[in-house]
């Protein structure tokens, strides 16, 4: 808390993943809350984790639709590597869904959003594949935010940045075809 990197003072933790931590900032410029997402000093040395952070900023940044998280910007500071995104305030769907029974209208309005999400990126030629409830943010004026395109992986002529038959995402959220390594 406190610390800058860039044009970014961190205000406080939100959340850790596989790629990172992400952090609340304030954004100098711009005056604005952001989501810092941080690449550990210990993934700088892989190139491969670099141009994964990379890909998923790419990949989210080629999307325009009211629910996925809009990207800001990449960069490195400090030899630091971090990707800033619009900030979401709310919570995951996974802690709406300990929190809260959620009624059939809420869920039904929530899968709608996702779905909507979801068709903008398989239309543009994306598939998410890690979409879980920790990956899905719920504004309290219930707008749905798809987040995380880490994993994604660009499908027709587009190259997916990862190994053929290499099975990459969350065991009990995968597709079958992902979860053998297939198409």
């Known amino acids: 808390t406190g ?20 952090y609340l900032a304030l954004d100098a410029r711009l005056r ?31 999307l325009n639709h009211p629910n996925i998280v809009t990207i800001h910007e990449i960069g490195e500071a400090d030899s630091i590597h971090f990707m800033a995104t619009e900030y ?4 995951t ?3 709406r869904m300990l929190d809260t029974e959620l ?7 929530i899968a709608v959003q ?9 239309e543009a030629g994306i598939v998410h594949r890690d ?4 990956n899905i943010m719920l504004r309290s004026d219930g707008v749905v935010k798809v987040l995380d395109f880490g994993l994604a992986k660009l499908t027709g002529g587009g190259n997916s ?8 995402g969350t065991t009990p959220y995968m597709s079958p075809e992902q979860a053998r390594g297939e198409t």
């Open 3 to 22: 610390q800058h990197l860039g044009n970014y003072e961190v205000l406080s933790t939100l959340g850790k993943g596989g790629m990172g931590q992400v």
């Open 103 to 109: 009624t059939v209208r809420e869920i039904v309005g």
């Open 32 to 62: 604005r809350k952001v989501a810092l997402k941080l690449l550990p000093f210990s993934k700088t040395r892989d190139p491969n984790h670099v141009k994964q952070l990379e890909q998923e900023a790419r990949t989210a940044s080629a």
């Open 93 to 95: 769907l996974r802690q």
């Open 131 to 134: 979409i879980k409830p920790e």
């Open 88 to 91: 979401v305030d709310g919570e």
């Open 161 to 168: 940045e990862t190994e053929s038959g290499l099975i990459m």
């Open 114 to 122: 996702i779905a909507s999400a979801l068709r903008a990126a398989h």
